[in-house]
């Protein structure tokens, strides 16, 4: 994806984002975005503490496409994916993953919130752990602002 790709993904990934929030849930987005950089093949918003937006997207894509087609997909998510959301990127086969926020970012904003107890594990250090190979691009800097900006109301309820 080029960079001018990665920030129109990630404006949209947060308007799903923003949906989410809308309906109830926790405000995170994210889309598996085709080889072409361009063409969104599904979106998603987070629906509740185990079922995030990632990990969600990763087995709809695993169940609908290729294996060899995912390794060039990308998933692009608001926030750094978490542990959990890594592993099922990685088992899925998604080639790359582009996100706006870090983890840290988000503690910073939820603090101890019992809905969401961040962990402290880099998607990096997931995705390597692997024996095949997936990119990983974040966060980027010129949207934190916008990407992080629902989550200052929301987690103070």
Not at 41 to 62: C, F, K, M, P, Y
Request: negative net charge; glycine residues 8%; hydrophobic residues 45%.
């Amino acid at each position: 994806m080029t960079p001018a790709q990665t920030v129109v993904a990630l404006r949209r990934a947060n308007q799903v984002a923003l949906r989410a929030m809308a309906m109830g849930r926790h405000p995170f987005g994210a889309l598996l975005v085709a080889p072409d950089g361009d063409t969104v093949l599904a979106e998603q918003g987070n629906i509740d503490t185990v079922n995030h937006a990632e990990s969600t997207l990763a087995r709809t894509a695993a169940a609908n496409y290729p294996g060899a087609y995912l390794a060039q997909c990308t998933l692009v998510t608001t926030f750094e994916p978490c542990a959990m959301c890594a592993g099922t990127v990685y088992w899925a086969g998604i080639g790359r993953v582009v996100y706006g926020a870090e983890e840290s970012a988000l503690l910073a904003l939820t603090g101890d919130h019992p809905e969401n107890p961040t962990l402290s594990l880099p998607c990096r250090t997931v995705l390597a752990s692997g024996q095949r190979p997936t990119e990983v691009i974040g966060p980027v800097p010129a949207l934190e602002a916008e990407i992080t900006a629902p989550h200052r109301s929301f987690w103070k309820r």
